[in-house]
């Protein structure tokens, strides 16, 4: 039995069976996959009430039928033989984001930032992150996935939005996130809470290494890791309800924070996570 994470639950548990890539799986993976979704989505409903939970997955899947993805059922992460220091036990299953809560999030940074930052979705699954930076206006975007299934999906999914955006440049690294080097240069970084432990430890300092030279903004959603961001030294600039979404940046704590979204800004702090509308004081 190993021990994985959904993005949205704190961890999750699953059995022996591996779930093959679920768009070309055999009807018994399918079948498997298809129960295990249910149980996920009567969790979301829960979670969410009825109405939210029915309208999230509506929104999600009519955002994949609008873009050409195909991202909606997730997919267990399954050990890389390519990745020999890859460590499974911090990485977190794939599901797709949910694009409205992405967009809105996104769509608070600077139109200049977006033009000119690189967007890095860690961990970017079958590039449903990567569709919404492409619709906020990123120019210059970069998935980086483990999985070789799920890095192919990713690729197959985004042709439809390559077409319809010729000015974007757009590529999927297949690797661990820890030996991915960011391009140099400005960077937003998306995080849907793709991995934990000392995977996200070691990510998090090179990007912290990287803002030493260049500005570092950070959208992580679901931020099991917050305290790694923290640690070293980003600055929280907002913050969505009941936990799901904070916005990072790095840079001193006395520079004005670029970011102009719904989420309020507040001032850094190591105290719990601040519901919306919430300013914190040092
Ligand atoms: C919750 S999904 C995020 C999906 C995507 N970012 C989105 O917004 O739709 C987490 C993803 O992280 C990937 N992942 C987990 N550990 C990883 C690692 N060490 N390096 C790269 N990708 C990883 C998983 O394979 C999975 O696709």
């Known amino acids: 039995m190993t021990r994985k994470c ?41 979670r969410e009430g009825v109405c939210n939970g029915v309208s999230q997955l509506v929104s999600q899947w009519s955002f994949d039928h609008q873009h050409g993805l195909s991202a909606f059922f997730p997919q267990e992460v399954r050990h890389e033989a390519s990745e020999p220091e890859f460590r499974i036990s911090d990485a977190v299953q794939y599901q797709g984001v949910d694009p409205r809560l992405a967009l809105e999030i996104l769509n608070g940074l600077p139109m200049e930032l977006r033009l000119s930052a690189t967007f890095v979705d860690y961990g970017c699954g079958k590039g449903r992150g990567l569709a919404v930076g492409i619709l906020a206006g990123f120019r210059q975007l970069i998935g980086v996935e483990v999985s070789r299934d799920l890095a192919t999906l990713a690729e197959r999914n985004l042709q439809t939005l390559r077409l319809r955006h010729p000015e974007i440049c757009l590529e999927i ?96 702090t190591r105290s719990s996570v601040p519901e919306q509308g919430q300013i914190l004081r040092e």
């Open 6 to 46: 959904h993005p949205n639950e704190a961890s999750w548990t699953h059995g022996k069976n591996r779930v093959e890539d679920m768009e070309i799986a055999s009807p018994r993976t399918s079948l498997w996959v298809i129960r295990k979704y249910a149980v996920l989505a009567l969790a979301a409903l829960r």
């Open 173 to 268: 690294q297949t690797m661990d996130a820890v030996r991915f080097q960011p391009p140099e240069g400005p960077l937003v970084v998306f995080l849907y809470n793709p991995f934990v432990g000392l995977t996200l430890e070691r990510v998090v300092q090179r990007l912290a290494d990287h803002a030493t030279r260049s500005p570092v903004h950070v959208v992580y959603i679901n931020p099991r890791g917050r305290s790694a961001f923290l640690d070293h030294g980003f600055r929280q600039c907002a913050a969505w309800p009941d936990s799901q979404a904070l916005v990072f940046e790095s840079g001193p704590a006395s520079d004005a924070s670029q970011f102009r979204g719904r989420g309020h800004p507040f001032t850094s």
